[in-house]
């Protein structure tokens, strides 16, 4: 891998409840998506601009 930038996260996304906070989904999420503060990151997802296949 020679070049690559951060996309985004896989994340559980949360809602306000009645008792907390309350899981509704679990989705990627770019960067500067408004639903990120509701988030709760698992994996970073990266974009590769310049790689290589080795076989």
């Known amino acids: 891998m020679r070049s690559f930038t ?3 996260v896989n994340a559980v996304l ?7 906070l309350r899981a509704v989904d679990t989705r990627l999420l770019a960067f500067g998506d408004p ?4 988030a709760r990151a698992g ?8 790689f ?3 076989a």
Request: charged residues 10%; positive net charge.
């Open 6 to 8: 951060p996309y985004g």
């Open 43 to 50: 994996q970073l997802i990266m974009t590769l601009r310049d």
């Open 14 to 20: 949360y809602r306000p409840a009645n008792s907390g």
């Open 35 to 38: 639903c990120l503060p509701w």
């Open 52 to 54: 290589v296949v080795v």
